[in-house]
């Protein structure tokens, strides 16, 4: 009964209107409880020669991106869930590409559409991207100048999950991949649209990518992420250093991304469930080299992703212990200070997110170094 509940409500949401009177709702909420303007991480560009990939902090936790050839000033988005502060930018963006119909990635594409005329919105064939005006199917290369976008199939969270990968050889950097809700910084989305072995082949497509790939996930996950995979793993250094690096970051509330594929490989259990040492630490090393009943691939990749997933409600578990024990030793010690303010809870001050400011960006353009102004 739960599964069919589930499902007739995520097909609501991903699938029909309903799911964007809900988006809209989730945004005018956002707006009102911190600001039309506010993100929840700090703007933080990206410079490499004269190509810009700037994150752009929308709604609770996800990232849409500028990516521009700032020499010819050719602007390109990815992922528009929300397009508020995207309407502040000094840019005339000639496309948006678009991971899956998830609104959160896409239900910013109908103002920008209204806002910039004759916009291009482009989404992978099987996905049915709201306000779409172009489908793409795997492999199809885009060009706008200098920059060369390939679609990468890559079903399982939706039918239709298409990574954008960006070819940096013009620029001398290393190719970039807009991996939507596939690929995280440690973690990965839910495969909501397909079967398990099928979200597995799609993160293995990327795992095969150069292992300087730059990875520009869809959401701001990386603290999350990264504990599991440290209360999976507790002696993986690669692990443990990353966390206390992101943990740096999101104090200061800056974004994590990118990461590379080569780091992910050493620290995401989503791309090691072939591993051994991770088959370890999951506690399955022995039931899957059982010669007697010898597992495929895709089993253990199936089985591998539940045991994640288990470890995951374990650690939330006692997460929730931890803070229902320290309430208690909270309420203890008031108890004990018999003043008429220990009569009422305390409020602790609640954190805003960090508020849009103007943003130049500063380049090397031949022997000229030039400034200029994305948001105003």
Known sequence: ?????????YTLYADTCIGRCIHNRIIANFQKQFGENAMHSKLT???????????????????????????????????????????????QPEAVLTTHKHWDHSGGNRLMRSTFPGLKVYGGVLDHVPDSTHNVNDGQELRFGKLKFTAMWTPGHTKGHTVWRLDGSDFGCADSVFTGDLLMLG??????????????ASLDMMKALPEETMV?????LALENLELAVFIEPENISALLKLVWAFNR????????????????????????????????????ERVRCPNHPMTSDQINELSFDMIIAYSAK??????AMRHAQQERNRDQRAAQPTAANNAEPQLPQAE????????????AGNQKVTETIVA
């Not at 020669?49 to 990232?63: A, F, T």
């Not at 973690?187 to 597995?200: D, I, M, N, S, T």
């Not at 650690?315 to 929730?320: A, G, V, W």
């Open 45 to 91: 560009p990206f410079v490499f020669q004269e190509l810009l990939i700037l994150p752009i902090p929308v709604l609770v936790n996800n990232y849409a991106y500028l990516v521009a050839d700032l020499s010819d000033h050719i602007f390109i988005l990815v992922d528009v869930g929300d397009a508020t502060i995207i309407k502040r930018m000094q840019v």
């Open 353 to 364: 997110s960090p508020r849009a400011a103007a943003l130049s960006i500063t380049y090397k």
């Open 250 to 285: 999101r104090e200061a509330k800056v974004c994590t991304c990118p990461s590379t594929i080569g780091e992910e490989k050493s620290y995401n259990p989503f791309l090691r469930t072939q591993d051994p040492q991770m088959l370890a630490a999951l506690g399955i090393a």
């Open 1 to 9: 009964m739960g599964s069919c509940m589930f499902k007739a409500g």
């Open 216 to 220: 520009w996930p869809g959401h701001e």
């Open 187 to 200: 973690g990965c989305g839910a495969a909501f649209e397909g079967p398990v072995r099928q979200l597995a």
């Open 315 to 320: 650690m939330s578990q006692l997460k929730r």
